[in-house]
């Protein structure tokens, strides 16, 4: 009984392994339709893995399957080891939980997953056979930039985040461990290493790994924990690579607006950084509880300037504090060096969920009171709400309006994708 047991035991490892190895095989030279049950498998047993999110009614999907197809075929055909790259599609209209997990929100939508995990950056270039494959070629390059001289780490770009190794060899484990997290983040950030005698300085109590800052004259940042543990060097990479508050620019910005979530955003001359640090801070000290409802920024106030003029403002009046609702933009009501003071920022995010910032913006500021029951009917009715004399059917108008949402405006195009929810953008 227990030899038929054992070999029953063995029949299953065989039939699972074989099926294991026939998804991973059958992933290469074609796109691979994905569902629920190989979804997990197929991102996990692959270095990249390219999805497709598209629908079959959808125009813009219909035009894209052939071209992700021959792109497909280009990069088989360079890459053919398994478990490297692959190239998948769902049916988000069959597959609607693996569709909402990933927060699919447009067709087609191109997402891309590494180290089985989804990147928040999704696929917005050219659409075209070649461009895609550039696309995956940039992704299977190698992260991490090397450095021969200690003179070329110290001259890094000020302006950008930077994650620096210093290693004996590449051959450790802790390396390798640094090499998938740069793998993984390397879109967040820029990954340098130091390898041999010229890291010598720097690894005197042994290999570490160090963050810099933007604009912090070269103050790095040491990870505090083992470097051959891969999820706590992701986690406090991922930490310093993607802050609590973020830049907008012209390239990010359809990005960002299709998180769907309103900004917080702080408009500011380039040169002025001790205001973004003390907005970064107000933000982190009294705003982490509303990271998953509003999106905290700063922008260039130079650049953006139509969003300033939108608001009545110009270059002279940075720096210029504001929520763009999607819908609407208002003005923070307070002077700028206030937001450093407990609870005014957090009371301005807290108005904008209300709807006190709109009601107030038409209407004028609430009452400070509530009016008893049985009190004078008419003013009740008109306390503090200006009346235009061109109102219909009861509705209540000011002469003036909040300004619209001018980032809305930078959401994804409908030329270019079929959008669900449009209201929502």
């Known amino acids: 009984m ?3 047991k054992g070999a029953m035991s063995f029949f299953h490892y065989f039939v699972y392994s074989v099926l294991i190895s026939f998804i991973i095989r059958s992933s290469h030279g074609e796109v691979v339709q994905l569902v629920s049950s190989n979804m997990n498998t197929i991102v996990s047993t692959n270095d990249v893995v390219f999805v497709n999110f598209y629908a079959d009614w959808c125009r813009f999907s219909q035009i894209l399957t052939p071209v992700f197809l021959e792109a497909s075929n280009k990069i088989s055909e360079e890459f ?6 692959v190239f998948g599609k769902v049916d988000a209209d069959r597959e609607s939980a693996l569709a909402a997990d990933n927060h699919i929100s447009k067709y087609p939508t191109l997402k891309l997953f590494r180290n089985g ?3 928040k950056k999704e696929y917005r270039g050219q659409r075209t056979a070649d461009a895609l494959a550039n696309y995956i070629r940039d992704q299977l390059k190698d992260p991490i930039q090397q450095h021969t001289t200690q003179q070329s780490v110290e001259e890094l ?8 190794g210093y290693f004996g060899h590449q051959e450790n484990e802790a390396y390798q461990t640094y090499l998938k997290v740069a793998t993984t983040l390397r879109n967040e950030c820029n990954f340098h290493a130091a390898v041999g005698p010229v890291s010598e300085n720097e690894r005197i109590t042994g290999d570490n790994v160090v963050y810099r800052a933007p604009n912090t004259k070269k103050q790095d940042v040491k990870y505090p924990g083992v470097l051959n543990n891969y999820e706590g060097l992701l986690q406090w990479a991922t930490e ?3 802050p609590l508050v973020r830049e907008i620019t012209f390239e990010n910005a359809e990005e960002l607006t299709e998180e769907g979530l309103p900004f917080l955003i702080l408009f500011h001359h380039p040169d002025d950084t001790a205001v973004v640090e003390k907005f970064a801070a107000a933000v982190n000290q009294e705003l982490l509880g509303e990271r998953t409802s509003v999106n905290f920024l700063t922008a260039d106030g130079l ?10 403002k110009s270059a002279g009046d940075l720096p210029v504090l504001a929520i763009d609702s999607f819908r609407h933009m208002y003005l923070f009501p307070k002077n700028i060096n206030q937001i450093s003071e407990p609870g ?9 969920h209300s709807g006190k910032l709109h009601r107030e913006f038409h209407h004028g500021p609430d009452p400070t009171t509530t009016p008893e029951p049985d009190t ?5 009715q008109t306390d503090h709400i200006p009346h235009d004399k061109n109102e219909k059917d009861g509705e209540v108008k000011s002469p003036t309006s909040p300004p619209e949402s001018t980032f809305r405006k930078l959401a994804p195009s409908e030329n270019r994708y079929t959008l669900l929810h449009k209201d929502e953008l």
Request: proline share 4%.
């Open 80 to 85: 053919p080891q398994s478990g490297r790259v």
């Open 240 to 242: 310093q690579c993607m």
């Open 2 to 4: 227990n030899l038929v």
């Open 157 to 164: 770009d000020e302006k950008q985040r930077h994650i620096i």
């Open 344 to 352: 005014v920022l957090k009371q301005f995010v807290q108005d904008l």
């Open 376 to 380: 004078k009917e008419e003013e009740v």
């Open 303 to 312: 650049k953006f300037s139509h969003p300033l003029h939108h608001l009545g």
């Open 117 to 119: 995990q989804v990147m």
